[in-house]
T-cell receptor
Framework: AQRVTQPEKLLSVFKGAPVELKCNYS??????LFWYVQYSRQRLQLLLR??SRESIKGFTADLNKGETSFHLKKPFAQEEDSAMYYC???????????FGKGTKLSVKP | GAGVSQSPSNKVTEKGKDVELRCDPI?????LYWYRQSLGQGLEFLIY????????KSGLPSDRFSAERTGGSVSTLTIQRTQQEDSAVYLC????????????????FGEGSWLTVV
């Protein structure tokens, strides 16, 4: 069965500090992993996906198949990064997208 | 329209009443998803439509919930005999068709329908 686990409901850091939002998944095949973000009063939107190996707004995420993890990292957090972050998994080429419960990131000045 | 459109944006209903929530996906998108977002529960998958295939209904929490998609476009999520625990934001999303060699398709979300059952 597909499952996405985000162990932290809330993560609070100070501006300029490094941040890591954890995501672990359970899937027997080769999954596609995504991070979605929801800023206050805005709709949910894609932040990044593992196949693109890109850095968006300073965030990166590396798929670690051995540890079944896809942690989201940023070396220097900014106040505007405060938002709700969801890790998501798609199994199969036409499969559904399953989300974790989300982590609320709060970046303090 | 330019994005996924949902209506109503807000709905307050009495316990026991039926409600219908509508989703207009982005034109040309073959996949359509319904999720429920509630405090402490994150994004809960409800149902997934992909083209003409049978929908994946595995996330529907009870037989009071149903959804249909007419003509491969507009979808309606129906909740019968609403309960207070149904209060949540119901999110719809859609994604375009994917060529067989491509992976990593993006899904686009609507703004959601806020349902409050009193």
């Amino acid at each position: 069965a597909q499952r996405v686990t985000q162990p932290e409901k809330l993560l609070s850091v100070f501006k300029g500090a490094p941040v890591e939002l954890k995501c672990n998944y359970s899937y027997s095949g080769s999954p596609e992993l995504f991070w979605y973000v929801q800023y206050s009063r805005q709709r949910l939107q894609l932040l990044l996906r593992h196949i693109s190996r890109e850095s968006i707004k300073g965030f990166t995420a590396d798929l670690n198949k051995g540890e079944t993890s896809f942690h989201l990292k940023k070396p220097f957090a900014q106040e505007e990064d405060s938002a709700m972050y969801y890790c998501a998994l798609r199994g199969g080429s036409q499969g559904n997208l399953i989300f974790g419960k989300g982590t609320k990131l709060s970046v303090k000045p | 329209g330019a994005g996924v459109s949902q209506s109503p944006s807000n709905k307050v209903t009495e316990k026991g009443k039926d409600v219908e929530l509508r989703c207009d996906p982005i034109s040309g998108h073959t996949a359509l998803y319904w999720y429920r977002q509630s405090l402490g529960q994150g994004l809960e998958f409800l149902i997934y439509f992909q083209g003409n295939s049978a929908p994946d209904k595995s996330g529907l929490p009870s037989d009071r919930f149903s959804a249909e998609r007419t003509g491969g476009s507009v979808s309606t999520l129906t909740i019968q005999r609403t309960q207070q625990e149904d209060s949540a934001v119901y999110l719809c999303a859609s994604s375009p068709p994917r060529p067989s060699h491509y992976s990593g398709n993006t899904i686009y979300f609507g703004e959601g329908s806020w349902l409050t059952v009193v």
